[in-house]
């Protein structure tokens, strides 16, 4: 187990290297005008497993040579074992490239134009020559916020019913699969109700909130062994949490289906005794 502990921090070196070593390549280039990381490294939730979430922005009259050269850059940053792209990218403008260095080490690198990049309100910034542009951080109306929890509390109830299938039909994978989109749901409308001061959670992936004990201490979670009447007690505890969270949607005005946790809790006791 100490071995183990000792190997797993040589990888997070390894990696922190690996990237103190792609910023002195970048900032060494003058066609490169700004880089920043997103993902857990930015947002203070990064662990020994994470991995570089790498935007690069390049000079425009850089960038078709760059897109086209890229793998001569990624090869400035150390000797790729693999570099995978995706045909169309349809979440962002930007060239992406995943790429995999020695020891398993991945760097998963967006390349923008200077005209089209802009720093998200939490990155963390490795340099910038030209002061890119940082999006605000959004914001949202009363009403808005309504909408918003009627939609994660009716998507939460809809998922449980799947969440319920699948245990019947012992389904474990599924269930589990399930489980994390009933969690995100509720911990976007327990933070929609109870911080209503703090970001939209939706803009951010549940994995880089911030950390919020009570919120933590109430959700419930699957254990390293997965079986359908432990992923069953877990899905029972996630629909008494939302419940609990009904009356407080109320007082923003959101409309609730108050019939569904008795029906989930019927189909629930059904799935049980199959499975028994």
Known sequence: ???SRDDLARHERARDDLLTHIARVLM???RIVAAWLTGSLAY??????????????????HYTDIVARREDLYARFGQPVLIQGIKV??????????????GGLEVDCSLWPRT???????????????????????????????????????????????????VGRGYTT?????????TDAYDTVWRLVW?????????????????????????PRLGRAIDPLGALDVIRQLCAEMEQLHQRCASYRAATPTRMPADIAALATLAEEVVR
């Open 195 to 219: 911080l209503p001061d703090h970001p939209h959670p939706e803009a951010i992936a549940r994995r880089h909130r911030a950390v919020v004990p009570e919120l933590i201490s109430r959700t």
């Open 28 to 30: 060494d280039d003058p």
């Open 174 to 182: 599924g269930a589990a699969l399930t489980i994390e989109m009933l």
């Open 1 to 3: 187990m100490e071995t």
């Open 44 to 61: 203070g939730t990064a662990d020994a497993w994470s991995d570089l979430d790498l935007h690069v922005i390049v000079a425009d009259e």
């Open 116 to 166: 089209l990049a802009h720093r998200p309100t939490v990155a963390r910034l490795l340099f910038d020559r030209v002061g890119i542009p940082v999006d605000s951080a959004p914001t949202m109306s009363d009403d808005e916020r309504r909408r918003e929890i009627e939609h994660q509390v009716n998507f939460f109830w809809a998922m449980a019913v799947v969440a319920v299938k699948c």
């Open 89 to 102: 990218n349809m979440e962002s403008p930007a060239h992406f490239n995943l790429l995999v260095y020695p």
